[in-house]
C-alpha cells in the first residue's frame, strides 16, 4: 500500500525557517516525480515544487522560489522541503504527492502537515 | 500562468442525482487536466487525468470529458462518500495550476 507522511509542520514566526518531510513507502520512491503543494485556509490548492525521481531536476513556484527548496534521499525514501524566510501568506497544509507516470498528475497524496506562521 | 477558474463554487446536491462541474483554462492546455477530490483532513484522492482516463480503483460513475480549455467532471449518481470539494489541476505548463474548486453539499 502508498503510504505517505508528512511531518515538520508547525507555528513559526515571519521570518522563520522549517523543514518538511514526507516518508514514502508502499512503492520503490526513486522512480517517481515527487510534489509538494499546498492549501491555505479558504483557498484552492496551489502546486509548491517537484523533483525529478534522482533528484537532477526541480522546479519551484515563483512566489516560493529563493526561500524553498525542495529535495529527496531515495536512501531514505524522504522528500524534503526546506522553507526559509517564512511569511505569513506560507500558511497552509502542505501536502507531498507521488508524481503518476503515465500522465503528469499526483496519485497519491499524503494528509499534510500544517504550517502556520504567525507573530 | 495559465489559470484555471471552475464553476459553480459550490452545489448542494441529493444522493442520486447526475452532476456535472466545468473547469476552463485561460488557454489552451490540450487534454493535460486532472480531477481530485479532497476534503478537510483527508488526503486529495486523483479521479481522473489527462482529461479523460479514471484513476484505477476510482469508481465508473466518476467520468471526465474536454479538451483545449473547456472541461468537465461529472458523477453519474451521487454516493454518500461523493459530498467533498473537486478541484482541476493543469499540467500542461509549470507551475502546474489548480482552478478554485467546486465544494458538493448535501441538499
Known amino acids: 500500500e502508498v503510504q505517505l507522511v508528512e511531518s515538520g509542520g508547525g507555528l513559526v514566526q515571519p521570518g522563520g525557517s522549517l523543514r518538511l518531510s514526507c516518508a514514502a513507502s508502499?512503492?520503490?520512491?526513486?522512480?517517481?516525480?515527487m510534489n509538494w503543494v499546498r492549501q491555505a485556509p479558504g483557498k484552492g490548492l496551489e502546486w509548491v515544487a517537484n523533483?525529478?525521481?534522482?533528484?537532477?531536476?526541480?522546479q519551484h513556484v515563483d512566489s516560493v522560489k529563493g526561500r524553498f527548496t525542495i529535495s529527496r534521499d531515495n536512501a531514505r525514501n524522504s522528500l524534503y522541503l526546506q522553507m526559509n524566510s517564512l511569511r505569513a501568506e506560507d500558511t497552509a497544509m502542505y501536502f507531498c504527492?507521488?508524481?503518476?507516470?503515465?500522465?503528469?498528475?499526483?496519485?497519491?497524496w499524503g494528509q499534510g502537515t500544517l504550517v502556520t506562521v504567525s507573530s | 500562468d495559465i489559470q484555471m477558474t471552475q464553476s459553480p463554487s459550490s452545489l448542494s446536491a441529493s444522493v442520486g442525482d447526475r452532476v456535472t462541474f466545468t473547469c476552463r483554462a485561460s488557454?489552451?492546455?490540450?487534454?493535460?487536466l486532472n480531477w481530485y477530490q479532497h476534503s478537510p483532513g483527508k488526503a486529495p484522492k486523483l479521479l481522473i487525468y489527462?482529461?479523460?482516463s479514471l484513476q484505477s480503483g476510482v469508481p465508473s460513475r466518476f467520468s471526465g470529458s474536454g479538451s483545449g480549455t473547456d472541461f468537465t467532471l461529472t458523477i453519474s449518481s451521487l454516493q454518500p462518500e461523493d459530498f467533498a470539494t473537486y478541484s482541476c489541476?493543469?499540467?500542461?505548463?509549470?507551475?502546474?495550476?489548480f482552478g478554485q474548486g467546486t465544494k458538493v453539499e448535501i441538499k
Open positions: 504527492g507521488r508524481g503518476l507516470q503515465v500522465s503528469p498528475g499526483i496519485d497519491y
Open positions: 508502499g512503492f520503490t520512491f526513486s522512480n517517481y516525480w
Open positions: 523533483i525529478k525521481e534522482d533528484g537532477s531536476e526541480y
Open positions: 488557454q489552451s492546455i490540450r487534454t493535460s
Open positions: 489527462a482529461a479523460s
Open positions: 489541476q493543469q499540467s500542461y505548463r509549470t507551475p502546474q495550476t
